[in-house]
């Protein structure tokens, strides 16, 4: 039997000392409804930061690979440059100079730099 499974602990949101349901053994973390939402909201706001930041890395890490992919034919064609949004880059010139990921990724962060400064969070398509 865990020791504090049935004594009091502080509530992981205002800190009281509180009695836990002895039916919920040990899940519960906080004193009533109003910390228990609270927790959630938190827990909820983590998640999704954490979540965004995973799906944007992963989301530039395929652009990468696939751009690599298709870059089988090194001409100039223009079938393998990524693609262009709003800002309109020295993208052929950054590819000529640096190669296709570095020209990606200058692309990724201008257009994530842009997006910040407008106060919107516009996806990168
Ligand atoms: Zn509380």
Same mark, same amino acid.
């Given at each position: 039997?865990? *020791?504090?499974?049935?004594?009091?602990?502080?509530?992981?949101?205002? !800190?009281?000392?509180?009695?836990? $349901?002895? !039916?919920? %053994?040990?899940?519960? *973390?906080?004193? =009533?409804?109003?910390? @228990?939402? &609270?927790?959630?909201?938190?827990?909820? %706001?983590?998640?999704?930061? %954490?979540?965004?930041?995973?799906?944007?890395?992963?989301?530039? #890490?395929? %652009?990468?690979?696939?751009?690599? $992919? *298709?870059?089988?034919?090194? $001409?100039?064609? #223009?079938?393998?440059?990524?693609? @262009?949004?709003?800002?309109?880059?020295?993208? &052929?010139?950054?590819?000529?100079?640096? =190669?296709?990921?570095?020209?990606?990724?200058? @692309?990724?962060?201008?257009?994530?730099?842009?997006?910040?400064?407008? =106060?919107?969070?516009? #996806?990168?398509?």
């Amino acid at each position: 039997m865990a *020791k504090n499974s049935y004594g009091k602990r502080p509530c992981s949101i205002c !800190r009281k000392w509180f009695l836990p $349901d002895v !039916r919920q %053994k040990g899940r519960q *973390k906080t004193c =009533g409804p109003d910390c @228990q939402r &609270e927790l959630h909201r938190r827990q909820c %706001k983590d998640w999704n930061k %954490k979540n965004k930041a995973y799906f944007k890395n992963n989301y530039l #890490g395929k %652009k990468i690979e696939k751009s690599v $992919d *298709k870059k089988t034919v090194p $001409d100039s064609s #223009g079938a393998s440059l990524p693609h @262009q949004t709003k800002p309109v880059l020295p993208i &052929e010139i950054i590819i000529t100079e640096y =190669g296709i990921k570095p020209a990606i990724i200058v @692309q990724y962060l201008v257009t994530q730099i842009i997006n910040q400064t407008r =106060g919107r969070s516009t #996806g990168f398509t």
